[in-house]
């Protein structure tokens, strides 16, 4: 498989423009003043960065110990696999430098810049340093991570795209269901409102009728059968007047 098909020089490539992008960050970062705004923006920008690159090295070196199980079936050989080894291995230095000296704080690191210009000469070295042509194995190379780059960032924008729109409707529908919520939570206030006035209004009525029965106990005890007699007809006699006034006039 040559370079410019194979995965991995494609991923490499890309991590290889990070890495120069963080490297330009770095000696931005280093020539700014401490204690500013852009200071303390550089700096997360660059852990950021930092622990972005380190994943990605990572996923890399799992890449690698996977084809070294079975070189012959990747048509690779055990000195490729030691380029690739040794590619990661600095590449995690190098980053591990950066992250190193931007987290400490540390002002213009002499050393730190040669070990970064070292690192990247041997990275470049390396580049040169294929099994295949390397004007036509960076041309492809390079055509190759540039569609990656932006095929992956189209992605990435409408993956993000979707997201908000989700979020928007998400947040939506929980406004609703909050408002509805609320509604409900009112509407059984009220309603226990009115069942605690209709059993007040209960108990009141039920000590009025019991009043009234006992009274009327007392009066027809008092009365006898005779007055039980006349009482009777009394109330017929009322309901037949109420009845001829109602129904006749």
């Not at 970062?29 to 920008?45: A, C, F, I, S």
């Not at 909050?178 to 209709?198: A, P, Y």
Request: with cysteine.
């Amino acid at each position: 498989m040559s370079s410019a098909q194979d995965p991995f020089y494609i991923v490499r490539e890309e991590v290889q423009e990070s890495i120069d992008k963080l490297q330009s960050a770095f000696h931005q970062w280093e020539q700014t003043r401490q204690n500013t705004g852009e200071r303390v923006h550089l700096t997360k920008d660059l852990v950021a960065a930092c622990e972005s690159l380190e994943w990605q090295v990572d996923e890399l070196d799992k890449a690698i110990a996977v084809a070294a199980r079975d070189p012959a079936s990747y048509g690779i050989d055990e000195t490729e696999l030691e380029k690739r080894r040794r590619w990661t291995t600095m590449a995690r230095n190098q980053v591990g430098t950066v992250q190193k000296v931007v987290e400490g704080g540390k002002e213009h690191s002499n050393s730190v810049s040669t070990s970064s210009n070292g690192i990247r000469n041997e990275l470049m070295r390396l580049q040169i340093d294929r099994s295949h042509p390397a004007g036509i194995s960076n041309q492809y190379d390079a055509q190759d991570n540039d569609d990656f780059i932006s095929s992956e960032t189209d992605r990435q924008l409408l993956l993000i795209k979707r997201q908000d729109e989700e979020l928007d409707e998400l947040s939506a529908s929980v406004q609703r269901i909050g408002g509805v919520g609320l509604t409900i939570h009112e509407e059984l206030i009220g309603q226990e409102r009115i069942i605690d006035e209709l059993s007040s209004d209960m108990d009141s009525t039920a000590n009025r009728l019991d009043f009234v029965q006992k009274k009327l106990a007392l009066v027809m005890k008092k009365a006898g059968a005779k007055g039980q007699i006349l009482m009777i007809a009394f109330l017929v006699v009322l309901f037949i007047i109420l009845f001829v006034l109602v129904f006749f006039t």
